[in-house]
């Protein structure tokens, strides 16, 4: 008898939640939802990698799939500007908070001692 696993289409019919954050008073928006792949891409390099100029790549690519549009325009704006400095430091909690927010699921209630 031949195996056979229907993983359906996904969760496309879900409501999504919005996503976006805060950086020097300014709102920057994100897709809700983004290819499990690029996560998973985003993971490999990153844990390959000792280069550090392949690491300020990655998080500039990261930046460029996650943020829409016009709040990519303005992020990239914003992380050149002379008198607003973000360090990396903060641009990697805000990474790692996107990537938490992009790979969440559901998690179980806790249980009742």
Request: proline share 5%; aromatic share 8%.
């Amino acid at each position: 008898m031949a195996r056979f696993k229907d993983f359906g289409t996904g969760d496309q019919d879900k409501p999504v939640e919005e996503l976006h954050f805060s950086l020097h008073g300014e709102d920057f928006q994100c897709k809700p939802k983004i290819q499990g792949k690029v996560l998973l891409d985003l993971i490999a390099r990153s844990n390959a990698q000792e280069n550090p100029a392949e690491a300020a790549k990655l998080i500039s690519e990261f930046f460029g799939i996650v943020l829409l549009k016009e709040s990519f325009e303005r992020f990239t704006a914003l992380t050149l500007s002379e008198d607003k400095i973000i360090d990396v430091e903060q641009l990697s909690d805000i990474v790692a908070w996107l990537v938490e927010e992009y790979a969440k699921r559901p998690t179980p209630l806790p249980l009742v001692s």
